[in-house]
């Protein structure tokens, strides 16, 4: 068994790495919280050159997929440059699309997807991610998107996939670069029945991995940044990194990032709900628990807006609940069968 990434993924890895760098994605950030989108785009097409939204398409499809772990790869880096934009969504929707008996939507709208021609949205509830930057902007009910429990054969039944139309205005959110919308109601309908609520719980536990890996890159950003300011910042004529507290409080946010790791790309192997689950969980709450570290170790630049480390102490939080808050995980890991033995 290996648990060690390959040549391959780690140079994947790089290469994303310096392009990302070289993009400078803070600038590209604000531009895309106040809802100017040409640096984001142009983003949008380099990452998708790439091949990272390929990886979520089946090869049938014009992808290079499914390859879980290389998108998993691929979202800790965009985590670690908070690069904005529906990413986790447009995974998703690929997901979904795939997942459906009905080969249609597919074949129509994940070759744009797979190429970066398009982006997709996705509703998993009252709210939509960018919708008003998304092409494809795709609606399921609710009995599509949430795990279909025992006995909901009828519920299932009446599950409808919708491309919805231009939304409205933004609603109030965690992290500015991350614009919530209300889908409008309707739209053509692309696929209904059983087969809808099953890839639409697919597309959320695709939705659940790519969280965690981008949460994951999102902490190891902060921890580094931090690293180096308190390595900088001196008092008493001494770094402040010296001393003894903030060095406890930097070892327990790595330790917690580092034990995050496996656990996201083990469910990148099974991905199966409660392993995607449990890297949710660990990943988003490593993450959260090392933005505070952050804020503190920062001081009071850690709340100026205009200050970059802003941009990943807001996209932390706002994770932490994306495509499922801590408690709905952790009901899901207990309720897989093969953890309680």
Do not use: N
Request: net charge positive; glycine share 10%.
């Amino acid at each position: 068994m290996r648990f060690l990434l390959d040549t391959e993924q780690r140079a994947f890895a790089d290469s994303l790495d310096a392009m990302l760098t070289a993009a400078g994605t803070p600038a590209v950030v604000r531009d895309w919280s106040r809802g100017e989108r040409a640096a984001g785009r142009a983003l949008w097409s380099r990452i998708a050159g790439a091949g990272v939204f390929a990886l979520a398409v089946p090869e049938t499809y014009e992808g290079l997929g499914p390859r879980t772990v290389e998108l998993g790869v691929a979202f800790v880096e965009l985590g670690r440059h908070a690069v904005p934009g529906p990413l986790v969504e447009t995974v998703a929707a690929a997901a979904l699309l795939a997942g459906l008996d009905d080969p249609g939507p597919a074949r129509r709208l994940l070759p744009a997807l797979a190429s970066g021609a398009s982006t997709a949205t996705l509703a998993a509830g009252p709210y939509a991610l960018d919708a008003d930057a998304a092409d494809v902007r795709l609606a399921v009910s609710d009995q599509g998107v949430r795990a279909r429990p025992p006995g909901a054969g009828e519920a299932a039944g009446r599950a409808e996939l919708r491309l919805a139309g231009v939304p409205g205005d933004p609603c109030p959110s965690l992290d500015p670069a991350r614009r919530l919308f209300v889908l409008p109601p309707g739209g053509e309908l692309l696929a209904s029945g059983p087969q809808v609520a099953a890839a639409g719980a697919r597309a959320r536990t695709w939705a659940r991995f790519a969280t965690a890996a981008q949460a994951l890159g999102v902490g190891l950003a902060l921890l580094d940044r931090t690293v180096a300011y308190v390595g900088q910042r001196t008092q008493f004529g001494v770094p402040v990194g010296s001393f003894q507290a903030v060095k406890h409080q930097l070892a327990d946010a790595k330790i917690a990032l580092e034990f995050a790791r496996p656990l996201v790309f083990g469910a990148a192997l099974t991905m199966t709900p409660a392993d995607v689950a449990a890297a949710h969980l660990t990943a988003c709450e490593a993450a959260y628990a090392t933005a505070r570290t952050a804020l503190q170790l920062h001081g009071a630049i850690g709340y100026t807006a205009e200050y970059d480390l802003s941009l990943w102490l807001g996209k932390a939080r706002a994770l932490r609940t994306a495509w499922g808050d801590p408690r709905t995980c952790r009901a899901l890991v207990l309720g897989d069968p093969g953890r309680r033995r």
